[in-house]
């Protein structure tokens, strides 16, 4: 062993005071006689270390609240996780449902256009026999006219 790293003795002075000390607190009584104790046979507290190894049975309103404030962090993590999850597969069925709405929507739409378009096409078929009929009126008119000069005369 390396004479820095062992233990520092003490100095032949040190040693004699410390001696000195020692003899002075052997010969000091370690119970004051004056105080007068009862005398007594019968044995104080047990302080022996028990040899059974059963565990004591604690309140079961104990034992939870004792898991709980040892684990509490993983309760609230597990918790914040099932909400999440619960969250996600929640919003996945609200955007299904939304995409649903959306492609019946897109079809009526559709439906809507193409009425609109054939309308549209009935309307200018109408339009074009009115306009035929009116011709037609005109001149039936005209020969109406000239019938009718022609027989006044």
């Known amino acids: 062993m390396n004479r820095r790293t062992a233990h520092v003795g003490k100095s032949k002075q040190e040693k004699r005071n410390y001696l000195t000390y020692i003899k002075w607190l052997d010969y000091e009584p370690t119970v004051d006689e004056t105080l007068g104790f009862a005398e007594s046979d019968e ?16 309140n079961t309103k104990q034992h939870v609240m004792e ?11 597990g918790l ?6 619960f969250l996600m597969y929640d919003s996945k069925l609200e955007l299904a449902k939304i995409d ?15 009425d609109t378009k054939q309308q549209g096409q009935e309307n200018h078929a109408q339009d074009i026999k009115i306009n035929e009929n009116r011709y037609r009126i005109d001149s039936l008119e005209k020969r109406l006219e000239d019938v009718k000069v022609s027989i006044r005369k």
């Open 43 to 58: 044995p104080g507290e047990d302080l022996t270390v028990p040899t059974l190894k059963r565990k004591r049975s604690i």
């Open 67 to 77: 898991y709980f404030s040892e684990n509490w962090l993983n309760y609230v993590i």
């Open 80 to 85: 914040i996780a099932l909400t999440l999850v």
């Open 100 to 114: 649903v709405g959306l492609a019946v929507q897109k079809e009526n739409i559709s439906s809507i256009k193409s």
